[in-house]
């Protein structure tokens, strides 16, 4: 195969992958233009098209799928050749890229990864943050972290972090202007801060529990985020409530900024796990990130 043929495939299985040449092309190191002008040429080369464009979409046609079947296991070995290599060197060297909630940076990761890096200086962790249910496989993801119950059955995994407990706040300034909820009922008298989950389009339900009895409850409010960070801080502007997990409030709530309600009602879920595909072959570089970050209850 030809220098330029490779960079062709090369270029037409991660547009293919990120169904979109912007994204592709970012990735890739190149301008839209460059990365539109190489999928012409090997449309031309093979007299077919392979990706259908639309001012909102890109996606492969039917030849194009094909050619992705045919093609992709050879790339990711190449990929799997080229990381084994690095195995032979005195410590473990390459590039992990994990997709995970925000929340799981604060509570699992930062306390975690500067002795990591420290300890491996030729292992470079990427970090992409997704409050939904990323498919790690069609994003080409080493792994990605849930909470225990969200994991699927045919995924490796391994937990890396304590159960989650979740909390109920809000400021001293909110609560001077309404009465605190005496129960999750009430909550839909309150000005609530809304999660959207991305994967499905729908906002998150608020989850309780008590006396073995578990339910959720669908607040309002004026304002929607996507992320658990900017919730907690919409909470300390004193913009409304937020549901958030116990640990990244803690200071908060100790120092009087933030004021923790239907303590009895709020629910404990399993630990973050980090789930891959029990099919691939980890690198060594992975499977050193894996073990480093395993939660060990001590």
Not at 152 to 160: E, G
Not at 228 to 245: S, W
Request: proline fraction near 6%.
């Amino acid at each position: 195969m030809r220098r330029d043929e490779f960079t062709e495939i090369r270029a037409f299985l991660e547009v293919a992958r990120e169904r979109s040449f912007t994204r592709a092309a970012a990735k890739l190191g190149v301008t839209r233009s460059a990365l539109s002008h190489t999928i012409s040429a090997l449309e031309g080369r093979l007299g077919v098209r392979l990706l259908s464009r639309t001012t909102r979409d890109v996606a492969p046609t039917a030849a194009g799928e094909r050619l992705v079947e045919s093609i992709q296991p050879h790339f990711e070995s190449i990929a799997a050749g080229i990381s084994a290599i690095g195995a032979l060197r005195d410590k473990p060297s390459g590039h992990v890229r994990i997709v995970c909630p925000d929340d799981a940076i604060d509570l699992v990761f930062r306390p975690r990864l500067p002795a990591f890096l420290h300890d491996y200086p030729d292992i470079t962790v990427e970090l992409i943050i997704d409050n939904g249910f990323t498919n790690i496989v069609e994003r080409q993801f080493d792994a990605g972290v849930r909470l225990g119950e969200a994991v699927a059955r045919d995924m490796v995994a391994v937990r890396i972090g304590p159960d989650v407990s979740y909390a109920v706040v809000g400021s001293p300034e909110y609560f001077r202007r309404r009465s605190a909820p005496a129960n999750p009922q009430d909550l839909t008298g309150h000005n609530c801060v809304n999660l959207r989950l991305p994967t499905l389009g729908a906002l998150y339900a608020w989850e309780f529990e008590k006396d073995g009895r578990e339910f959720s409850v669908r607040v309002e409010g004026q304002l929607i985020l996507s992320d658990i960070g900017p919730a907690i801080h919409a909470a300390l502007d004193g913009i409304g409530l937020a549901y958030v997990p116990k640990d990244l409030v803690r200071p908060y709530v100790e120092s009087g900024h933030l004021r923790a309600v239907l303590v009895d009602w709020c629910p404990t879920f399993q630990g973050y796990r980090l789930y891959y595909p029990s099919r691939r072959n980890p690198s060594p570089a992975f499977s050193t990130f894996v073990e480093a970050f395993r939660y060990r209850d001590r």
